[in-house]
């Protein structure tokens, strides 16, 4: 997709909203500190972003960017989705967006929160609704890669997790049943990342085993929804018993509790997705 083009399905409005919602109820269940992490976890990810360097544009001005990070600090959550809105009505590219706005946007409000111009508040408003915006965008991301041959996926464990039976045993079962199955246990965050953004897998399955798995996976998620927008996230283990409703909030797409029950999920995904690759 290049500047100039246009398409009607640019944004998901429902994954917007849903997304809206569930980063305001996480934010309210995660200790203030947990937030400020995720905020950071975006500013980053987005500033580092693969497309970073990848594509020609054409950088606004310092003050549209600060007219966007203005639009996005209001309570309105429409403020910010509008100015983008408007910009990609005048032929304005999905990476674009990505590049020379939102990452640009996050970069300007991560600055003005170091030099403490804007509180807290401000920032993690704002954070959210760019995260809400770059996951509206998703669908953009679809049918730009080949279809493996066969069934495959990479799985990991949280960051931190130190329990690798669960993952391994799920390994094993989907090899059984004909999956092609990476597996990385012991990575730390920014290693994982950095891995499933190169490995260019359309379905990654994370084993989370305990309470204290909640951020380091909702930090997890968000890397990846952001460097590996088009992938689908798989999320069980034990903490699926702990905190069902904490996980939902993650925006996941499938949560199964046994091992079983993941691998339906995943043969779901796995037909959903090639079906939306024609």
């Not at 109820?25 to 990848?54: C, F, M, N, Q, Y």
């Not at 508040?121 to 809400?132: E, F, K, P, S």
């Not at 088009?230 to 993650?250: F, H, Q, R, W, Y």
Request: one cysteine or more.
């Amino acid at each position: 997709m290049t500047d100039g083009e246009t398409d009607q399905g640019f944004f998901h409005d429902g994954l917007y909203t849903k997304t809206i919602n569930e980063i305001g109820t996480l934010r309210r269940k995660l200790p203030e500190a947990a937030v400020a992490s995720l905020a950071r976890e975006v500013i980053r990810r987005l500033s580092d972003h693969p497309i970073v360097g990848s594509v020609k544009i054409e950088i606004p001005t310092d003050s549209a960017i600060d007219d966007l990070a203005e639009a996005l600090m209001t309570p309105d959550v429409s403020a910010g989705l509008l100015f983008v809105e408007r910009i990609r009505a005048q032929g304005v590219s999905v990476e674009t967006v990505y590049v020379a706005y939102l990452a640009e946007a996050a970069k300007t409000l991560g600055r003005w929160w170091d030099e403490d111009r804007v509180t807290f508040v401000d920032v993690t408003i704002a954070i959210g609704h760019v995260y809400a915006i770059m996951r509206s965008l998703r669908p953009s991301f679809y049918s730009d890669s080949i279809r493996p041959p066969t069934k495959s996926a990479l799985f990991a464990m949280v960051p931190g997790d130190d329990h690798s039976l669960g993952v391994e045993m799920a390994a094993d079962l989907f090899r059984k049943n004909n999956w092609d199955i990476a597996l990385q246990v012991g990575l730390s965050h920014d290693a994982l990342v950095d891995y499933i953004t190169a490995s260019r897998h359309d379905i990654i399955g994370i084993s989370a085993g305990s309470e204290r798995s909640i951020v380091p996976l909702a930090k997890l998620i968000v890397a990846l929804r952001i460097s590996v927008p088009k992938t689908s996230i798989l999320v069980c283990g034990n903490l699926m018993n702990i905190a069902p409703d904490v996980v939902e909030l993650m925006g996941v797409d499938a949560m199964p509790i046994l091992v079983v029950d993941a691998l339906s999920e995943a043969d779901r995904l796995w037909a959903n997705r090639n079906e939306s690759k024609g």
